[in-house]
């Protein structure tokens, strides 16, 4: 029988595994800088097919760091600003290093 794992360690790990490409954080910045996009527009910044980063966008909402709605017939990604603020302070907490005494 396994431990359950808090939801803020399944959340950050959600988190992390998004922005475990770097495909994937340039894309996320890219949409930072643009306040929103469509696929289209991701594809002309991006050295690479369609196909790929539209692989990445998947991989991107399923970790809650993207939204996407669709807008005729293209679909409009844009951060998801609410998962951003809640990452923040988890991985702050997880990074910060505890004091040690010197000897």
Known sequence: MS?????DELFLARVCKGLGHPARIR??????????CVCGRIVEVMP???STVSQH?????ESGLVR???EGSRTCYCVNRDTLARF???IQGLLQVPETEEA
């Open 88 to 90: 923040a302070p988890l």
């Open 3 to 7: 431990a359950r794992l808090p939801d």
């Open 27 to 36: 894309i996320l910045s890219h949409l930072m800088a643009e306040d929103g």
């Open 68 to 70: 996407g709605e669709v």
């Open 48 to 50: 690479l097919a369609q």
């Open 57 to 61: 966008l998947k991989v991107l909402k």
